[in-house]
């Protein structure tokens, strides 16, 4: 048991940290045409506007959540004079609610990709893949947030966070782990799965996040030259 | 051949500052010789755009007007929120600035579905070879390309051809419905309708908004000739530029998920060669040629608050060749002499800047397009002879150009945001031409007073009808061959690769079978994400050899042997 332990939680993350960059480097390398997000919006907008930016916005409410309760100790906030059953109210509320919306996007998105037939036709190999790994995720992410709102429930700041950073210490906290309910190793479990997924499906898009557009000039020029030199270099 | 030079008639070009030169291949369609035959969306569609998932993007179109135009109701900026409008006096593209942009990333609400163009579809035509023997004659149903299942036809790029559909139809064009609302009851009924043909292919704009939107930065101007083009390795597939051309000349690639638009055929005007639309144009009426024109001057141009005005001040960007300061300032800026000579020799010069006779398509989006149209003079001519009157009597035409309040008001609608001066001035100075070259066809004596009517004297108004009329290949299409410049604000550009062959992409070899007009397995076809290029690298192989050894006759200009028709001489030279 204890063998299994130290593989899924002192071994595999830095298995799967070097597929992440890995596999994410040789995609650019190899298959800068492929990195785009594959729209399907021409093919049905209805729905899309619905459950994309519901989706997106949720998610991003949830990643910002998971940097919070992550990365920054416990010891920080108590230090900073917020407490415990406030931190957790929040979380419960906010996360909870910032879940819900990911999870009520992805099925919109996911009824559309089944109902919707040019949708389907569009589906990749990847993309099925990748969905019920992504659907998996996000519900047991939910579940173990909503049993964060029982009465002295587990802390995980207190165990999933502490081996979280003991990760990037080079120093895997093994134990802090293994005291975690299930659901906790599970979201954990999956979600190191859709990271292996992700150089290798559409997910590449969120590396592009277009954030130079708002520094940039309306207007770009470029000479005949910067690309033919470029393409030369590349075939 | 060198014709003699005109007298000049761009403004200001002596007296204002000469900022930052810049030079421009530019087009102008002669639109009373369009015959509507659509063989330049077709050469256009075989050389670019004859790969799956580009199955109902049209690079070229030819719209009938009155009509809808492709995609439907393009025009109308108020739905699509296409080009640029001005705020507080500065330019913001309509569908909003950069932070609304990037929120809006997820779901475009702008952007135009399949229905606002059509669902490409083929033919069971199996079905006739391998249906069983009987008494009914098998038919080829049709059958969507986008998902494989059966299809009804409903639309198409071209489904109100020639008024096609009626009054009913007709009337969801844009442009009527703005002469409605300012009071203009048009008769769509086909005894009193005008109409005339619209070839369409992106304007290659001095200020293109679809740059402007992209969050990538992968659509860029190029320096050297203005061309605008969709880095396929930069794009991201955000889908932004769709909406934001409120032309609809950028269109997404379904199956790569990229944007691609319209390249000018920049490979042949490289070469000095002018686009395949051009080339095999059968009314001969497209123009090609080299503007020059002061890049400091555009982004003020583009923000007069009239916009009315915008025609006149888009003149106002342009350079005068002939002009020694200008020629210097163009060397200067590092435009190549061989550019300059040939700016001066521009039949598209000529026609936008002394005769005055193009105008562009809707100045009003304010991106400043740089395809130009001589508006047509045929429905006033039809007009006048179905009434049994001389289509061709001086008088009766000038009378008809004013009288003809419908006409008039339409083509301003398309050319001069409105303003109907600059669209009866042209179509005064076509008619004096007609008149003036009749009677010395019917061996009458000039007619100079007509010339002067209009503002020509009689050696420009027989220069420009030879423009117009006989202008042979090379005095129609007058392009320099490439060079290479500098990039004006080194912050403003990057400088990574072009890559057009991507799998799928605008430069890929066709695969076998991989066309649109022959139906892929519906499921799955995206399959293999990442590591595709392989396989196209082997695809460039085997179309690299079935090619090889061919004559390409859309490069022959029908004089002399084309290259390569007859095999190599042992040394290596030509035959
Ligand atoms: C970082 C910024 C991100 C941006 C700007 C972004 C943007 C987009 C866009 C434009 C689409 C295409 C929608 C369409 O037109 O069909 C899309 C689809 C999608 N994105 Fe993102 N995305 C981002 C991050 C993410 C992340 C972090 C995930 C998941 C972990 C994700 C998952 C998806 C999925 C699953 C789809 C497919 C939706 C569907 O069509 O069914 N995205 N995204
Ligand atoms: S017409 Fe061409 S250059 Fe102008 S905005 Fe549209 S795509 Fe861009
Ligand atoms: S080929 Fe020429 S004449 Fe024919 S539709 Fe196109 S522009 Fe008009």
Known sequence: ?235 | MTRTPHKHSERRSGSAPIGRVMAQVAMVMNLDKCIGCHTCSVTCKQTWTNRAGTEYAWFNNVETRPGQGYPRGHEDQDRWKGGWRLKHGRLVPRSGGRARRLARLFANPELPTLDDYYEPWTYDYETLTSAPLGDDVPTARPRSLINGAETEITWGPNWDDDLGGGPARLAADPVLKQLERVGQKVRLEYEQAFMFYLPRICEHCLNPSCVAVCPSGALYKRIEDGIVLVDQDRCRGWRMCVSGCPYKKVYFNHRTGKAEKCTLCYPRIEAGEPTVCSETCVGRLRYLGIMLYDADRVGRAAAVEDEQELYEAQLDCFLDPHDPEVARAAEESGIPHDWVTAARRSPVRALISDYRIALPLHPEYRTMPMVWYVPPLSPVVEALSKDGHDGEDPANLFGAIDALRIPLEYLAGLFTAGDTGPVEAALCRLAAMRSYMRRINLGQERDCSLAAAVGLDAERMEEMYRLLALAKYEERYVIPTSYTGQVPDPDAAADTGCGLDGEGGPGMYERPGETFHALAPAVGRQDGEGGENEADEEDGELAGSATRGRVNLLNWDGRGRPAGLFPRRRGGERA
Do not use: C, K
């Open chain 1, 1 to 235: 048991m204890n063998h299994l332990h130290i593989a899924l939680w002192g071994v595999l993350p830095y298995l799967v940290l070097a597929l992440f960059v890995g596999g994410s480097a040789w995609r650019y390398r190899y298959d800068r045409f492929g990195f785009t997000t594959r729209s399907s919006q021409l093919y049905e907008s209805r729905l899309l506007r619905v459950g994309g930016p519901l989706f997106h916005y949720g998610l991003f409410l949830v990643l910002g959540g998971h940097v919070v309760g992550l990365l920054i100790p416990e010891g920080l906030t108590d230090r900073l004079g917020v407490s415990e059953g406030f931190y957790h109210l929040n979380a419960l509320l906010v996360g909870g609610a910032a879940g819900l919306a990911a999870v009520a996007g992805l099925a919109v998105l996911l009824w559309r990709r089944l109902r919707v037939r040019a949708v389907r036709a569009a589906t990749s190999r990847s993309d099925r893949a990748v969905y019920p790994v992504l659907l998996a995720v996000l519900l047991a992410g939910l579940t173990a947030t909503a049993s964060g709102a029982a009465a002295g429930s587990y802390d995980y700041r207190l165990g999933v966070s502490v081996w979280f950073r003991s990760l990037f210490l080079l120093d895997p906290d093994v134990a802090a782990m293994r005291g975690a309910p299930l659901v906790y190793q599970l979201h954990a479990l999956l979600a190191m799965a859709l990271f292996g997924l992700w150089p290798f499906s559409r997910l590449v898009h969120a590396f592009a996040a277009p954030l130079g557009y708002l520094a940039r000039p309306y207007i770009v020029y470029r000479s005949r030259a910067s690309s033919a030199a470029a393409q030369r270099g590349a075939r």
